[in-house]
Structure formats: C-alpha cells, structure tokens
C-alpha cells in the first residue's frame, strides 16, 4: 500500500484513491473559501473542524443505498441553524421527513434538501398524500428517492416544480398500498 499525504492529511488504501482526489478537492476548496476569515473567535481549531463536520450527511450508514446520504438532528441544526425543537416540528408537520432508525436515532435523508438547506417544494401535501396508504417513512423516502425509468427521482420532480404530479402518483400509489 502506498500513502498520499497532502498537508499531513493521508489516505493509505490505493483503492480509495478517488475519495482521496475529492477529499482533497474539498479540504482546498475550503481553505480558499476561509483564506480571509478570522475562524479563531470560533474557538479551538479541533472543536470548529467537529462542528463542521457534524453538518455533513452520513454518508456511510447502513441505509444509504435505500435512501442516500443521512443528517442526524445535531448537524441537521447546524447546518440549517434550527433549533431541535424546530426540526422536530416540521418533521411532525410533514415539512419535511424524518426517519427513526432500529436504534432509534433520528436521521433526515438529504436528498430532500438542497445546497443551501430548502426543503423540497411541497413536501407536506406530498408526505401527507402517501401517508393516506402507509404509515412507514422509510417507505416514503424510499419512493421519493428512487428513479424511475427516465433516471429521475420524485423528489428530482419535485424540485424541478412537478410537484402537482408528484403529488398525484403518491396519492395513486397511497390507494394500492392501503388495498387488503
């Protein structure tokens, strides 16, 4: 195995080395972005590197390949600036959708929010339309997030304002879940 090291940051797995071109892309990217920033009211170096990395998706949980990259509620909060109580409610109003894991954790697909942290368009009347069939979130984000035979997803319709169809298809697909 060989070792790449750029600015004491190293990947030792050759087979990681697309990862490691990204990562890399992503830690100079950053230090551009904060060349003139004074981050050191911000407090410890370690403890800003934690906080931002708590904003990130999870992205190597067990159930990306069902539903993608996951926030859990802490960095969900600090992405969006939310407070957990806030959060909580626009998961029970259906803003947006929250999924509770075997453990019991907490975690928000990020495939319903953009890059600069809006919920889907219209994710309540369409939450509410599949709930009418099933009452199980996994399901939801599974039907949100899985493409159809164009290669998009209904949360990809959504956000591109077919929403009204969306809405349509899950009220369908809500009829033939709740059939016995």
């Known amino acids: 195995m060989t070792a790449a090291t750029i600015q004491g940051f190293s990947i030792a797995d050759e ?6 071109a990204f990562t890399i892309r992503v830690l100079e990217t950053t230090r551009s972005l904060l060349a003139d920033r004074d981050l050191r009211p911000l407090g410890s170096a370690q403890s800003l590197a934690d906080r931002l990395v708590a904003a990130l998706p999870d992205a190597g949980a067990a159930w990306r390949e069902v539903v993608g990259p996951v926030y859990t509620s802490q960095g969900l909060q600090k992405w969006l600036g ?3 109580q806030a959060i909580s409610q626009h998961a029970q109003s259906r803003r ?11 975690v928000f697909p990020s495939f319903q ?10 994710a ?4 509410d339309a599949l709930a009418q069939g099933i009452d199980d979130p996994w399901t939801w984000a599974t039907w949100l997030n899985t ?8 949360a ?7 929403w009204q169809l969306v809405c349509e298809h899950a009220r369908d697909d809500a009829a033939a879940w709740s059939q016995p």
């Open 15 to 20: 087979s990681d080395r697309e990862q490691e």
């Open 82 to 84: 939310i407070t957990r």
């Open 96 to 106: 947006f959708l929250r999924l509770i894991t075997a453990d019991g954790v907490s």
């Open 113 to 122: 929010f953009d890059d600069e942290g809006q919920y889907l368009p219209h």
């Open 124 to 127: 309540k009347d369409v939450l």
């Open 147 to 154: 493409p159809d035979n164009e290669g998009q997803t209904y």
């Open 156 to 162: 990809d319709r959504m956000r591109a304002g077919q």
